[in-house]
């Protein structure tokens, strides 16, 4: 076990509308034991309890043993924000986590480096689709794919909400899916690769990665606003399934969009992605259907590639209402560590001509 | 499959700072296809896309078809609150839910009857308490089980908070506490049962409860904003395990506390709660280190018993910096279909002596 703070998990908090000291001092205590400090043990007091390391003017930083988390992201999580969510004007705006802490998950398998080789993209943003929409056939989303696999889009994932809907039940859709794609790419020389979502009974998601993989899909979409970020933890530390995953927000938004309560965006759709494994992380570009700001998407950027423990940089993917025309834009706002996500707009005029034009797009780049 | 409005899913939404109109254009496309409406089938313009079927003021009602959710809970879960939790001044205000929608899911096993029954408790409130604090050992927490369970107390759960620290390994907690409460129940003729907590890694989730079982504990805590809905409700559904579940709102407070966005407390604490499983709903009570209203706690309650296609009603476990002196106020507030839980105030001087006189009170209520 480890002693001194420089070992300490230290978290950063913003208090709005209530006095930080106060705050710091409720924290400390029911993010750990929830009891009257007074009654607790010495020891207790001093090591198991939250120790308040620093307030200045609205910014509270706790420190907390890391024998606290057990070893485990779940109480990790619960350490970080489990009761404090409830509390109204508290919004982590930092994470410092030590070596036993961040080496207690395996973070992205692939991270940048490793998802630019299974693609063969040494340097170019890595280029993304959803197949859509909902209520269509599994042959008509698998033809679509197929053109978007022969223009050499690296990655065509699932619409996050194709579930098991009975326009293109799941299992059915992924195996056609997954054929059509790897025969695509055999065909036109790309290393594109199908994408489902994993927005599956959570008990049958181990089984589920197992049925794409095995049916030659090439990664996975996960929603650990839905499934738990622990979830996508196991599939990404399982050496038998090692496939690449991109994470999708749905479900987290109320932990961010509140701007003095909840997670900072970069920590969450950044910091903790990669601690539970994501290789690609999506969010909601600034400008489009949502209401993400500029800093908060470089803050995410800027948390898919900072130091942590030296788990891998992973790729932001950006995306959501974005257009053809807005690329240059974006490889100029994130750089090239980026994996761009387009998806309706490709349907507009015709899906084979605007696919190789933003594959061409990309490649000027 | 049904067609009619009355056996579709109805969403019902306040919009803040945004036209309404507007508001429920985005959310019917967004929940739905994520596709531009003009370039879709006309078959799917009517047919999956979700249709506003109110506008009143800042309130819109959302139609949904309940082919969208495919069956599984994960999906209801995302079209309710999956991409539109991104939007700021968005809340889920109503739920209205058919039958194909709410027999989907088994719900509570228990509810307020089945817990009842196996707790001999056929009219007063329930008592529940929490072993505590985090830094005891084993063999701490179970001595003060013994005194909770000898005084008659109804479940004794682990503190949410006690993961698999080295002070009191889950596995070996576990074990101890369980054949320490059954002793003592046994000895003192209660029907006391121990109830630890499952946040442990999610896909041991299964495992850990039947292991809790195997070792004589009687109930199980799950933290579904950690773990996710449906890890939960994998667990009420499961016959061979056949034990009540208390859900706990660790990690799920954003959704709530900010009150202009997220989904109201009664939804997301009773009606999902529900839904997934949850024979009782823990949370803040009004007044205590949270920042609950009246009203909400009232919303809570009323929907952990309202109409929900015929599933169990459960009991509302409102908890959070109680003391023995509000017990009264509490059961006047909340009914006797309550499962009190109080937690440190019970070990402010004599542990023993305060767990009979709180026993007392209930029964006195």
Redesign the interface.
């Known amino acids: ?1 480890t002693s001194g703070a420089d070992a300490h998990i230290l978290v950063t908090y913003a208090v709005t509308d209530s006095d930080p000291a106060a705050v710091a001092e ?1 924290i400390r205590v ?7 400090v007074d ?3 010495t ?2 007091q001093d ?2 309890v939250g120790t308040v390391v620093a307030i200045h003017d609205d910014t509270i930083v706790i420190s907390y043993d890391p ?9 990790l ?3 970080i ?8 004007g508290v919004r982590v705006k930092d994470l410092s986590l030590p070596p036993s802490i961040t080496g207690m998950v395996r973070g992205p398998r692939f991270g940048v480096q490793g998802i630019r080789e299974l693609l063969d993209a040494p340097a170019r943003p890595i280029v993304t689709t ?1 197949l ?5 056939s599994t042959a008509e989303l698998a033809a679509d794919a197929v053109i978007l696999a022969s223009a050499g889009f690296d990655l065509i994932k699932d ?3 194709l ?5 293109a ?2 299992l059915e859709r992924v195996q056609h899916v997954s054929a059509a794609v790897v025969d695509a790419a055999e065909r036109s020389g790309s290393k594109s690769r199908y994408m489902p979502v994993l ?5 049958q998601i ?1 089984d589920a990665a197992y049925a794409a993989k095995a049916a030659g899909a090439g990664a996975l979409l996960v ?1 650990p ?7 996508m ?2 599939l990404a530390e399982d050496d038998d399934l090692a496939l690449p995953i991109m994470s999708h ?10 701007r003095t ?3 900072d965006h970069g920590i969450l759709l950044g910091t903790i992605m990669r601690l539970a494994g994501a290789d690609m992380s999506v969010f ?1 570009n600034l400008g489009g ?4 700001s500029a800093q908060e998407c470089l803050d995410i950027r800027d948390r898919c590639a900072s130091e942590l423990g030296g788990l891998a940089p992973i790729f932001p993917s950006p995306g959501g209402g974005m257009s053809l025309e807005r690329i240059p834009e974006m490889i100029d706002f994130y750089g090239h560590d980026v994996a761009l996500l387009i ?3 490709l ?2 005029g015709d899906l084979r001509a605007n696919a190789e034009a933003m594959m061409n797009a990309v490649r000027a780049s």
């Open positions: 076990m409720a029911e993010q750990t034991i929830e009891f009257p009654l607790a043990p020891w207790i090591t198991v024998r606290t988390v057990g070893g485990d992201l779940v109480q999580l619960n350490l924000w489990g009761n404090v969510s409830l509390f109204p959803a859509k929409p909902m209520g269509r619409d996050h909400g579930a098991n809907q009975p326009w039940p799941w927005n599956v009974p959570t008990a181990h929603l606003g839905i499934s738990g970020f622990d979830a933890r196991a927000p749905s479900f987290l938004g109320s932990h961010m969009v509140n309560q909840g997670i909601p259907r949502f209401s993400f998806g309706g707009a349907h507009r």
